[in-house]
Structure formats: C-alpha cells, structure tokens
C-alpha cells in the first residue's frame, strides 16, 4: 500500500527556513503531479504547491517565491523548501498526489513563532 511519510516540520522564527522531506513508498507507480499540503485547526487542507512528472511546479499565491518544491527521483523523495516563513504559515503539511485517492500520511508540523 502506497505510503507518505513527511518530516522536517519544526519550531522557525519568521523569517527563518525549513526543508520538508516527503518519502513515498509501496508503489512503483507514477504519482506525479505531487503536491504539498497544509491544515490549520479548524481548516481543511490548503493547496501549497505541486510538482509535475518533467518538472513544471505550481505555487499557491500565498508561498509563491518564498517556497520550492522539487524532488529526487531516485529516492522517491519530493521537498519542500520553504524560506521567509511567516506566522501565517503554522500548520502541518502533508504531502499527496493532486489526484487520485491516496492514504494521506502523519503530516509534519511546522510552528512559525517569535
């Protein structure tokens, strides 16, 4: 069965940088495009960003140019770089295929505070 595991969440300043780590397992299959996700309490899951099989990535407006999404095939690991962290981007991000039906992982908890 087909499983997301993310790490590299943390307590970050704003201003500050994390890189998330997606590490995808149980299947051979193609599961591009991927995105990452986020939740708030109370929230349902926000779109972060989105990376295609050749490479083409997609931002929502609220991370475009402070947050990189890339990957390494090889690994079948994707990332997450996100830089310039604001307090407004607390929560747990999750990544998961933009379409499809998939498992959703443990998130990985990201607290941006002074």
């Known amino acids: 069965q087909v499983q997301f595991v993310e790490s590299g969440g943390g307590l970050v300043q704003p201003g500050g940088s994390l890189r998330l780590s997606c590490v995808v397992s149980g299947t051979s299959l193609s599961l591009y495009p991927m995105g990452w996700y986020r939740q708030t309490p109370g929230n349902g899951r926000e779109f972060v960003a989105a990376?295609?099989?050749?490479?083409?990535?997609n931002y929502a407006e609220s991370v475009k140019g402070r947050f990189i999404i890339s990957r390494d095939g090889a690994k079948k690991t994707f990332y997450l770089q996100m830089n310039s962290l604001k307090f407004e981007d607390t929560a747990v991000y999750y990544c998961?295929?933009?379409?499809?039906?998939?498992?959703w992982g443990q998130g990985t908890q990201v607290t941006v505070s002074s």
């Open positions: 990376i295609a099989e050749f490479g083409s990535t």
């Open positions: 998961n295929p933009v379409t499809g039906n998939y498992p």
